[in-house]
């Protein structure tokens, strides 16, 4: 059983390491001809639905867990930068990475990934103009937080490597993690068991697994692994797609980071938001 296991773990942490380095390279040189400073003009643009476009790709192109969003987010506040404008970046930041997204495309599949990105992208774009017509912008401190560089240098290979290479230290390790867990699932636990306890008829899991993503912080790179031996072992989608939104959209780190930039009453809002976000859209995959 436990060779067994072993070949599993060595078999899915290949497939994501081979994943991951081209991905995240490909992306890096990409990310060369990425006009930033446009990008930025275009969020203060008049036009509020083509600005919350330009979020949700400005979003997508900086692959930021949820902590190293805030550095992002104290930026844009600083530079006056509308408020609802800001807030579709913080929900959408650290569940559009480029690179997990695709990797997401090849394990889970390519109509789970759509369907996430829309779900995932129209709730953000919902959640941060509904807090800023609620009038949450009253709810920022007076705070200066360092640790934003806006990414202004050329396209070169020498550049692209570094980033893959420092991207691999701060987010391969939870994927392996994700690997090693998904493998002792699929080695040691029974199908029947799983299927049966947690498979479609447990609709009553989404709202738990959403709540419960949250403090557990586990990265979307450690979950696609695990998700993957899940549903394959029987496990509803639901649940699984719930506690994948959640616990990338929000963990306890950056709820205590959000505590030094914004008020009590915005952190409890941003927190619900995100389970809420997360739960519907565990139903709608429910559903589908």
Known sequence: MWMETLKNFLWIAFELTVLFVVISFVISLLQGYIPYEKIEKKLVGKNKLLAAFFALFFAFITPFCSCSTIPVVVNMLKQKLPFNIVMIFLFASPVLDPTILTIMGVILGWKVTII?????????????????????????????????????????????FKETWDLMKSVYPY??????????????????????????????????????????????????????????????????????????????????????????????????????????????????
């Open 116 to 160: 996430y990105t829309i779900l995932t992208s129209v709730f953000s774009v919902v959640i941060g103009f509904t807090l800023g017509a609620l009038g949450f912008e009253r709810a920022i401190k007076n705070v200066v937080m360092s640790g934003y560089n806006e990414k202004n240098q050329k396209f070169n290979f020498q550049l692209a």
């Open 175 to 288: 994927l392996l993690l994700g690997a090693g867990i998904g493998a002792v699932i699929h080695g040691t636990v029974p199908t029947e068991w799983i299927s049966g306890a947690f498979g479609k008829d447990a609709w009553w899991l989404i709202p738990i697994a959403a709540i419960v993503g949250v403090p557990l912080y586990i990265r979307l790179s450690s979950m696609i692994p695990i998700s993957q031996i899940l549903i394959a072992k029987g496990m509803a989608l639901g649940p699984v797609m719930a506690m994948m939104i959640s616990s990338a959209g929000a963990s306890l780190p950056e709820v205590i980071l959000l505590k030094s930039i914004f008020k009590k009453e915005l952190v409890i809002t941003f927190v619900l938001s995100v389970i809420t976000m997360s739960t519907i859209s565990g139903f709608v995959f429910y559903l589908i």
